[in-house]
């Protein structure tokens, strides 16, 4: 087993009891009959496509997804999701069980530490990140900051919000690299919310992410708090092929070697 441990900046310990794994859903049959067709809705910042920066290299990109690309990820999640090292709740130090469904690929995130092996649950190795999604990351930091340039995303982080699910406000801290985030919304329209770098308390900057959204995070805000406190029930497209919920995936680079 090969364990990184998070450097001094970020919180330290895990929990000894583990995760618990978790099955995947069926998908939904029924639900809205298209995806987004054009129209903007009054929370949409632009148009499809459109960049727009939340905060300083923060940066929103509606419907940067089209319809088969949505379904060709929602696919690749339901093989990602199945053991081994599959889909589970995350435990945090405290014991608390996380409300979210979270399945990693190319390192194995369990707070708050990365590991090559999925420890919290079934101890399998993890998952390798696909090599299309390494190049659909580059894509989406190109897309943002006009260059990708060296960014080489090592690690997924994929969580499942089923209906009720929600993820506090945190800061990414146990990655050495200061590269960006980036995060695909798929299914369920979420709030997103941004604190500060330096605080969890308000004021608060709050984004719609609809399904099939970019988001990239980096900079000045890499660092920044942020969360998920709602997801919007039904409001996902129909024929994602997911569950009900919305599906982040996250693609990082870590810096650890």
């Known amino acids: ?15 000894t009891r583990g995760g618990v794994p978790t099955v995947l859903p069926e998908p939904v049959t029924s639900g809205p009959v298209t995806l987004f067709d ?13 960049a727009v920066e939340v905060l300083p290299d923060a940066v929103h990109v509606p419907a940067w ?5 949505q379904q060709h990820w929602a696919a690749a999640f339901r093989e990602w999701a199945r053991p081994p090292a599959g889909l589970r709740h995350p435990r945090m130090p405290t014991g608390h069980l ?27 190795p993890v ?11 580059r894509d989406a930091v190109a897309t943002v900051y006009g260059d990708a340039g060296s960014y080489a995303p090592d690690a997924v982080i994929a969580n499942l919000y089923a209906p009720g699910a929600r993820l506090g406000l945190h800061c990414d801290g146990e990655e050495p690299a200061d590269a960006p985030v980036v995060t695909l919304s798929l299914g369920d329209t979420c709030l997103f919310r941004f604190a500060g770098v330096d605080r969890r308390t308000a004021p608060f900057v709050d984004v719609c992410l609809h399904s099939g959204d970019l988001l990239v995070f980096g900079g ?16 996902a497209p129909a ?6 919920g919305r599906l982040s995936i996250t693609i990082r680079e870590t810096g650890l070697s």
């Open 65 to 69: 997804l089209d319809v088969p690309a």
């Open 98 to 124: 996380m409300t979210v469904q979270s399945v990693c690929l190319g390192w194995h995130w369990q707070p708050y530490a990365y590991t090559r092996t999925a420890d919290d649950t079934d101890g399998a």
């Open 38 to 50: 054009g129209v903007v809705p009054s929370d949409r910042p632009g148009p499809p496509g459109h």
């Open 220 to 235: 000045e805000t890499r660092r920044i708090y942020h969360g998920v406190p709602k997801v919007l029930p039904g409001t």
């Open 1 to 15: 087993m090969e364990r990184v441990s998070a450097p001094p900046t970020a919180r330290r310990g895990r929990s």
């Open 239 to 244: 024929g994602l092929g997911l569950p009900p």
């Open 127 to 137: 998952k390798p990140l696909p090599a299309d999604l390494f190049e659909l990351a």
